[in-house]
């Protein structure tokens, strides 16, 4: 399965919403009904973290101003309004079809 | 806490062997299938494998399939990661990762930096 992400840069002022697409080449349901396609942020020189789970359950932690939704073959993740500490690389992953894939990341800077 | 510890990067010659290690706490290791993930230099994540609870059943990703070998040891909460016939192309930090319920990872360790190189 083919994850491709757009946009793969995003300069985005502080304060300002942001959204991430994440297309997969196949859909991303699995047998039980559930879609197993997550987002992951990797702060410059950290390792990933987790977000977003089953395209919209947010782990423990995470600031509401980060949520995910879609559904299929189309899914986004949004953070309502960026922080300095929100600058990064982030991924999806989908967990439905071995083997799991990424995305190829998209970087988000500050303008 | 959950925490994740790697060891064994370092540098080896292509054609060459490495095994690395990951030391697992602050969770119940044997009730959880855990995962092998690297990243290449400045390039993005690609999952390397998984193992089951109790070691028995494993999966690879085609690129290493045959040359990768996963294994854990519960008297040590430990994850293995057997690295023959390596190539260029497996430069990379392998992290090791808890895998989750929700056909994700959760945790990751720090990384550990494998470089092929002669």
């Known amino acids: 399965v083919v994850l491709t992400q757009s946009p793969l840069s995003l300069p985005v002022t502080l304060g300002q919403p942001a959204s991430i697409s994440c297309r997969s080449s196949?859909?991303?349901?699995?047998?039980?009904?559930?879609?197993?396609l997550s987002w992951f942020q990797q702060r410059p020189g950290q390792s990933p973290r987790r977000l977003i789970y089953?395209?919209?359950d947010r782990d423990s932690g995470v600031p509401d101003r980060f949520s995910g939704s879609g559904s299929g073959t189309d899914f986004t993740l949004k953070i309502s309004r960026v922080e300095a500490g929100d600058v990064g690389v982030y991924f999806c992953?989908?967990?439905?079809?071995?083997?799991?894939?990424f995305g190829q990341g998209t970087k988000v800077e500050i303008k | 806490e959950v925490q994740l510890m790697e060891s064994g990067g370092g540098l080896v010659q292509p054609g060459g062997s490495l095994r690395l290690s990951c030391v697992a706490s602050?969770?119940?290791?044997?009730?959880?299938?855990m995962s092998w993930v690297r990243q290449a230099p400045g390039k993005g994540l690609e999952w390397v494998a998984n193992?089951?609870?109790?070691?028995?059943?494993?999966v690879y990703v085609d690129s290493v399939k045959g040359r990768f070998t996963t294994s854990r040891d519960y008297t040590k909460n430990s994850l293995y990661l057997q690295m023959n016939s390596l190539t260029a192309e497996d430069t990379a930090v392998y992290y090791c990762?808890?895998?989750?319920?929700?056909?994700?990872?959760?945790?990751w360790g720090q990384g550990t930096l494998v470089t092929v190189s002669s």
């Open positions: 990762a808890r895998a989750t319920g929700e056909n994700s990872v959760d945790y």
């Open positions: 602050g969770f119940a290791f044997g009730n959880y299938w």
């Open positions: 193992i089951n609870t109790d070691g028995s059943a494993t």
């Open positions: 196949q859909g991303l349901v699995y047998g039980d009904g559930n879609t197993y």
């Open positions: 089953k395209v919209s």
């Open positions: 992953m989908q967990g439905t079809l071995w083997p799991w894939t």
